[in-house]
């Protein structure tokens, strides 16, 4: 479904992202881990081409999107549940759920869509008219998936789903990434617990210093004793 290849990508004149190869196969959940600063955010951002200049090829069912500005990639079902979650704290769960369908295939199946939120995420329907800034920070992530969700992804980015969750969070959110994955979404999966998220992975690539330093199958990866420690803590 993602196929990305010789991706060099920079802040400005401040390059992150060096000849960076990843591929994502339709119905695949892939792990990119590594350490902070590592650029795993600026590849996501590249993806979905906001932020960063880029040179290379970004593949996305066949076609080289690398030069399509955002709103046209996002149409074509690349969305991103960004690090920190980034809701709009005042607004109502249920405004935060609609502000996922801005784009016009989006807003055409709105209430479609925010049904079979509800269905997954059931705890969202009881907080519909509250505050998203009064949810927990578990609760702020299902705001945060729910919204994606309404933008119909075909290719789900998820930067951090866990980051600052507390341990059963943490749980429920892969869990739910599993979930995901049975429906047919295809994932690419940022993580910081990157033992779990290459245990549920079917391909995990290591990112050192803007390059690939290591690439593999989920399990592969997770037994491999050189990046056990350094990147799994374990
Ligand atoms: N908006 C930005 N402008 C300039 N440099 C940035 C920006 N965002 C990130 N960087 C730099 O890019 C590098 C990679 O950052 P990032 O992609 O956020 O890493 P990770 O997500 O792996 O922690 C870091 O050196 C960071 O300081
Ligand atoms: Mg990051």
Not at 103 to 125: G, I, Y
Not at 131 to 147: C, D
Request: with cysteine.
């Amino acid at each position: 479904m993602l196929e990305v290849r010789n991706l060099d990508a920079s802040y400005g004149e401040v390059p992150v992202l060096s000849q960076v190869h990843l591929e994502v196969p339709e119905g695949a959940v892939v792990s990119v881990v590594g350490t902070n600063g590592a650029g795993k955010t600026t590849l996501m951002k590249t993806i979905l081409g906001v932020e960063t200049q880029s040179a290379g090829e970004i593949l996305y069912r066949g076609e080289n999107i690398a030069r399509w500005p955002t709103d046209r990639r996002v149409e074509a079902g690349i969305v991103m549940v960004p690090e920190g979650r980034r809701l709009f704290a005042g607004m109502t769960v249920r405004e935060n759920l609609e502000m996922g369908c801005y784009t016009p295939r989006a807003r055409k199946h709105r209430k479609e869509s925010l049904e079979r939120v509800f269905t997954l995420l059931p705890k969202l329907k009881e907080r519909e008219r509250q505050p998203a800034g009064s949810l927990s920070g578990g609760e702020q992530q299902m705001v945060a998936l729910g919204r994606a969700l309404m933008a119909r992804p075909t290719l789900l980015l998820l930067d951090e789903p866990t980051l600052g969750l507390a341990p059963i969070m943490v749980r429920w959110v892969f869990e739910f990434i599993r979930e995901l994955k049975e429906q047919g979404l295809t994932i690419l999966l940022v993580e910081q617990n990157a033992a779990t998220a290459l245990r549920l992975s079917d391909r995990g690539y290591i990112l050192t210093g803007g390059r690939v330093a290591a690439e593999g199958s989920g399990e592969d990866l997770l037994h491999r004793p050189d990046l056990r420690q350094v990147y799994m803590g374990l």
